[in-house]
Nanobody, 119 residues
Framework: QVQLVESGGGLVQAGGSLRLSCVASGSIFTMNAMGWYCQAPGKQRELVAHIINGGIPSYADSVKGRLTISSDHAKNTVYLQMNTLKPDDTGVYYC?????????????WGQGTQVTVPS
């Protein structure tokens, strides 16, 4: 069974930085695509950053130039470097990965990690 576990969230002042990590465990052949989503209070979950294995990352307009997604396939880990944080970045950040395993290739979600940037 594949599991994703996020870490690195917390409380940070505006202008500060955080680095989120998401580690995939279990029987994994390849991580085909990875992404980070944010669910702000009272809002739907939205895509923040996305990368397809070997491809160019893509970002929501609101985070371009401030957030960077990267991956380490040897460690089955995807990162989100968050710089110049703003109060609007507050929310629960979920990791998503589409993984090929002994089971049918499918997407998996982590449990989420809270990021809070006070106004």
């Amino acid at each position: 069974q594949v599991q994703l576990v996020e870490s690195g969230g917390g409380l940070v002042q505006a202008g500060g930085s955080l680095r989120l990590s998401c580690v995939a465990s279990g029987s994994i052949f390849t991580m085909n695509a990875m992404g980070w989503y944010c669910q702000a209070p009272g809002k739907q979950r939205e895509l923040v950053a996305h990368i397809i294995n070997g491809g160019i990352p893509s970002y929501a307009d609101s985070v371009k130039g401030r957030l960077t997604i990267s991956s380490d396939h040897a460690k089955n880990t995807v990162y989100l470097q968050m710089n110049t944080l703003k109060p609007d970045d507050t929310g629960v950040y979920y990791c998503y990965a589409h993984i090929t395993s002994p089971a049918i290739p499918r997407g998996y979600w982590g449990q989420g990690t809270q990021v809070t940037v006070p106004s």
